[in-house]
């Protein structure tokens, strides 16, 4: 009879019935441990050496290029929506003021214009009107938005008073002088400041463009440079470790990354140096001109009034001593032209000319006034707006000639250096990731081959 062995005894299970589970958070321990455990080992550490130099490549790489597509952004926005902005504004600004002088001017003539000033009172209305819709097209900000909304409805009553006035001059009806008072008044108190506000709010957004263009790539830069100090600490950790002077892979990636600094480098002070120049050359000087362009407007549409009233409208000739001390007054618009563009010749001339031009027309200016008030009107119209060479008409056209003259030279300046400012970046973006992902299959190599060797 066969004896079978009691069975073993069933274990009880814990208290309430559940079974043990393993703690929570081992698994994940175990996992740590066996990374701290691989970084002790040389493998290991060469692979977060890699993970290191990754991070960092891939980060100088991708900060590089997109600083630099950033950079084309803003110079394209320039040319583009800012620029155009501020070009329009001042545009509008300028062609606001030539129609209200030519209209002032024209209504000093008996009877119709002639052909010469009707043309120059449409050009300027038909300026005004482009820039007007350009600048529609171009605004972004509700203020900006009203600005032009305003001159949009301002610029018909305008053009209707003076129509009004010309109409009534033709038929030798005093009331007309009136109508033209009014015009110049709506174009002096709400239009030109609405213009006004609209440049220097143009000219603040392209000032902010400017800047942002001309910012050098800082973190791009940082990146690449701890990039670099890991390569040549990587390099001379493993010639400790493997007596091997060279790593073929890390010195690559080295002579990449130097590649990839320097481009940056150059392509960033490149392009801010013409941005710069864009300014110096062009916007800045375009400013001044602009001004002073505006400044002999609005003093020959004053002046145009004085000689409507006769020579006895004071609040006119105040108005016209201001805007001419503005111009050409010591320390004026056309002394600070002259001391920043004396070195440039074509500038230089330009406003000689202008300056020759002002003084003509401020020396003719008294008398006009004085045969005004005598009572020979005729003589005073004559010697204001005649075609003789020693009229004041002459004097402001030649002014405003020079003027014109300097501004196109200042703008093609301004769009040379926005050009050149752009063909400065051509290439960057593509070549700077090109460089960083050259070099981090460079470093990979290298060190790879090193990982290599453990496990041979």
């Given at each position: 009879m066969a004896v079978q062995s009691p069975p073993a005894p069933t274990q009880a299970p814990p208290a309430g019935g559940r079974s043990v589970q393993p703690a929570p958070?081992?698994?994940?321990?175990?996992?740590?441990?066996?990374?701290?455990?691989?970084?002790?080992?040389?493998?290991?550490?060469?692979?977060?050496?890699?993970?290191?130099?990754?991070a960092l490549i891939l980060g100088a790489?991708?900060?590089?290029?997109t600083s630099i597509l950033a950079k084309s952004a803003v110079i394209e926005e320039t040319t583009s929506q800012s620029g155009r902005l501020s070009v329009a504004a001042l545009q509008l600004y300028q062609a606001l003021s030539q129609a209200d002088a030519t209209a002032a001017s024209s209504y000093l003539t008996a009877g119709t214009p002639t052909e010469e000033v009707n043309d120059a009172y449409r050009t300027a209305l038909r300026d005004a009107t482009v820039a007007l819709a350009?600048?529609?097209?171009?605004?972004?900000?509700?203020?900006?938005?009203?600005?032009?909304?305003?001159?949009?409805?301002?610029?018909?009553?305008?053009?209707?008073?003076?129509?009004?006035?010309?109409?009534?001059?033709?038929?030798?009806?005093?009331?007309?002088?009136?109508?033209?008072?009014?015009?110049?008044?709506?174009?002096?108190?709400?239009?030109l400041p609405s213009a006004h506000a609209l440049q220097e709010n143009a000219l603040a957004q392209l000032t902010e463009s400017r800047d942002d263009a001309a910012a050098f790539p800082y973190a791009a830069a940082a990146l690449v440079l701890a990039a670099l100090a890991t390569l040549v600490w990587a390099?001379?950790?493993?010639?400790?470790?493997?007596?091997?002077?060279?790593?073929?892979?890390?010195?690559?990636?080295?002579?990449?990354?130097?590649?990839?600094?320097?481009?940056?480098?150059?392509?960033?002070?490149a392009s801010a140096g013409h941005t710069d120049r864009s300014h110096e050359d062009g916007s800045r000087p375009?400013?001044?001109?602009?001004?002073?362009?505006?400044?002999?407007?609005?003093?020959?549409a004053e002046e145009s009034l004085l000689l409507i009233a006769r020579g006895e409208d004071q609040p006119a000739a105040d108005r016209y001593a201001e805007h001419m001390q503005e111009l050409a007054a010591d320390g004026g618009l056309l002394d600070q032209l002259d001391a920043a563009f004396s070195g440039d010749p074509e500038?230089?001339?330009?406003?000689?000319?202008?300056?020759?031009?002002?003084?003509?027309?401020?020396?003719?200016?008294?008398?006009?006034?004085?045969?005004?008030?005598?009572?020979?009107?005729?003589?005073?119209?004559?010697?204001?707006?005649?075609?003789?060479?020693?009229?004041?008409?002459?004097?402001?056209?030649?002014l405003n000639e020079a003027l014109t003259s300097a501004t196109e030279t200042s703008a093609d300046r301004f769009v040379e250096a926005t050009?050149?400012?752009q063909r400065s970046l051509s290439g960057a973006a593509a070549g700077l990731a090109a460089l960083s992902l050259a070099a981090l299959i460079s470093a990979a190599v290298g060190i790879q081959m090193r990982v290599a060797e453990y496990y041979a």
């Open positions: 958070g081992a698994a994940p321990g175990r996992r740590i441990d066996r990374v701290a455990a691989a970084l002790r080992q040389t493998p290991g550490q060469l692979r977060g050496v890699l993970a290191i130099l990754a790489g991708i900060t590089g290029m350009t600048a529609a097209g171009e605004v972004e900000t509700a203020a900006d938005i009203d600005l032009v909304a305003e001159l949009n409805a301002r610029l018909p009553v305008y053009t209707g008073l003076v129509e009004s006035a010309r109409t009534l001059n033709r038929l030798g009806e005093p009331v007309g002088a009136t109508y033209q008072e009014q015009a110049s008044t709506l174009m002096r108190e709400q239009m390099q001379m950790w493993l010639s400790r470790k493997t007596n091997r002077r060279f790593n073929l892979g890390l010195v690559g990636a080295t002579v990449l990354l130097v590649v990839f600094a320097g481009w940056l480098a150059m392509a960033s002070f375009l400013e001044l001109l602009a001004q002073a362009e505006i400044a002999a407007q609005q003093a020959r500038l230089a001339a330009s406003i000689d000319t202008a300056r020759d031009a002002a003084t003509a027309w401020s020396n003719g200016h008294s008398e006009v006034v004085k045969l005004a008030q005598e009572g020979n009107y005729t003589g005073a119209v004559t010697l204001a707006v005649g075609e003789d060479e020693t009229s004041l008409q002459t004097s402001f056209n030649a050009v050149d400012a």
